[in-house]
């Protein structure tokens, strides 16, 4: 079973059984079987299939945190030990967005004062992680607010409330967003995501017609799509979008503005090791700080990024 569990967790990596072949030197055929014996065997689905498409379901996440750490186990057998088994291991869940922008700061601040312990970031979508910690596989998730009510024993602090803003090729004219939704072919923020149902409630509110062109959740796709002159997006102004790219336009939503709340949902923190408390204080901080910095000045000559 070594073996599909290191092809199961290039898969998660990957994103695709494609790309999970080419970097475990596998045709794609015998990637698709590997898995299918590893369900079997596991007697669980591991992904939700969708035609051709397979995407990692709450079950999938759960084994492969424990793959995770089986596989580890297994490459050090026989090695001499050098750390101490109590060093303190935290799983943080976390969202493309913040990976990219809150993690790295915090976690950097974190290991500056915490040499004993061991994080590790668990990627996934907002809903995934919401399972992951309910459950008590991981310690935290940097996501997207939930739309429903959470369950007692679970804490939300925001990091960012980000406004939507109607984002269109910057060759495009005019300001009046409701025309411009009409008239320009329009990018989705997908509908499966927290972020893309608060576009998808906001459009029904608004009742506008659209020209549908493509739906997708990452949102640097989506950016580049406007930039590349393929059509308009409501899109969430995060802090590595506080100033926008060359190719893009922002317009306000004025009164009609909704926003993107993200934030760390955790068991309460009483019941929470005092690392795992600090870490939590590190990325609280960190998120202030970009926050402060997204409210500044915009810079000459900006480029397109990561978001």
Not at 236 to 242: N, V
Not at 275 to 293: E, G, N, S, T, Y
Request: charged letters at 20%; hydrophobic letters at 45%.
């Amino acid at each position: 079973m070594i073996r599909e569990l290191k092809t199961f967790i290039a898969v998660s990596r990957e994103g695709t059984f494609a790309g999970a072949a080419q970097k475990v030197g596998l045709t794609q055929a015998a990637v698709s079987a590997q898995m299918q014996r590893l369900e079997v065997e596991l007697g669980f689905a591991l992904f939700d299939r969708h035609g051709r498409s397979a995407k990692i379901n709450a079950k999938g996440q759960q084994l492969l945190l424990q793959a995770q750490e089986l596989i580890q186990l297994y490459s050090n057998l026989g090695a001499t030990p050098v750390a101490s088994a109590k060093a303190m291991h935290i799983n943080v869940g976390a969202i493309a967005t913040l990976q990219r922008t809150v993690l790295p700061d915090a976690l950097a601040d974190f290991h500056s004062t915490s040499p004993g312990c061991h994080t590790r970031i668990i990627p996934g979508v907002s809903m995934d992680m919401v399972n992951l910690v309910d459950a008590g596989d991981i310690d935290m998730a940097a996501i997207i607010r939930p739309p429903f009510q959470l369950q007692s024993e679970l804490q939300w602090q925001t990091l960012a409330r980000e406004p939507f803003r109607l984002i269109v090729p910057s060759h495009v004219a005019g300001s009046d967003w409701t025309q411009l939704l009409s008239e320009q072919p329009f990018i989705r923020y997908d509908r499966a995501s927290f972020g893309g149902r608060l576009v998808d409630r906001f459009l029904r509110q608004m009742h506008v017609a659209l020209h549908e062109i493509c739906e997708c959740d990452e949102l640097e796709t989506i950016v580049k799509l406007v930039a590349n002159g393929a059509g308009v997006a409501l899109f969430p102004q995060t802090a590595a979008f506080a100033h926008w790219p060359v190719k893009v336009r922002a317009i306000d939503l004025g009164v009609h503005t909704f926003y993107r709340e993200t934030g760390l949902l955790h068991r309460q923190e009483q019941s929470l090791a005092e690392p795992v408390r600090q870490l939590i204080q590190a990325i609280m901080k960190c998120a202030a700080h970009q926050q402060v910095m997204a409210a500044s000045p915009p810079r000459l000559n900006s480029r397109l990024t990561g978001h």
